[in-house]
């Protein structure tokens, strides 16, 4: 989430510029992710707030998943 600190100096903008609670994007800081479903979201917040952010930039900006492995699998 630090390439977003440049248009959202604090969680507390990020979380009333996207209407989620403050929790919500504390708990995305803690993964260090942002879903990805709310990539539109960011790119509109982003322009309300004059900043240009493109779907491009979030996606090279995240991290890879990682595969959850089966227990038990054959």
């Known amino acids: 989430m630090d390439h977003l600190a440049h248009i959202w100096p604090t969680m507390a903008e990020l979380a009333v510029d996207l209407g989620v609670p403050y929790s919500t994007v504390a708990a995305w800081k803690q993964r260090g992710r942002i879903p990805a479903e709310r990539d539109a979201d960011l ?18 900006a995240r991290p890879p998943r990682r595969c959850a492995t089966k227990r038990g699998a054959a």
């Open 43 to 60: 790119v509109r917040a982003a322009a309300a707030r004059g900043a240009a952010l493109s779907f491009e930039e979030l996606i090279k």
